[in-house]
């Protein structure tokens, strides 16, 4: 059974950084495609950046390009996604997925395992 294990989140002020980690169990990690989610409260959950399994491939949602990245180590068996210029709607919960496919995805229908989450809360 493949878990993840987010951390690395917190209170920030706006303009900050923070930079979270999601810890993969399991041999293959190296064969799946990553993603970063987010739900706010009362809000639905949303695509954030997704890296493919090489790491050669990124994408990000609009409202987070130019402020938050995405990497990932294979040996480590780990993805981070480094977030600066932190803003209030920022703020929510963080979830990390993994795909059994080698490309990236934006699409939460496609990820096979999630983290529970980490919350990060951004004051303004």
């Known amino acids: 059974q493949v878990q993840l294990v987010e951390s690395g989140g917190g209170l920030v002020q706006a303009g900050g950084s923070l930079r979270l980690s999601c810890a993969v169990s399991?041999?293959?990690?190296?064969?799946?495609?990553m993603g970063w989610f987010r739900q706010a409260p009362g809000k639905e959950r949303e695509f954030v950046a997704t890296?493919?399994?090489?790491?050669?491939?990124?994408s990000y949602a609009d409202s987070v390009k130019g402020r938050f990245t995405i990497s990932r180590d294979n040996a480590k068996n780990t993805v981070y996604l480094q977030m600066n210029s932190l803003k209030p709607e920022d703020t929510a919960v963080y979830y990390c997925a993994a795909a059994r496919r080698l490309g990236g995805s934006t699409y939460s229908s496609l990820y096979d395992y999630w983290g529970q989450g980490t919350q990060v809360t951004v004051s303004s």
């Open positions: 399991g041999r293959t990690f190296s064969s799946y495609a």
């Open positions: 890296i493919n399994w090489s790491g050669g491939s990124t």
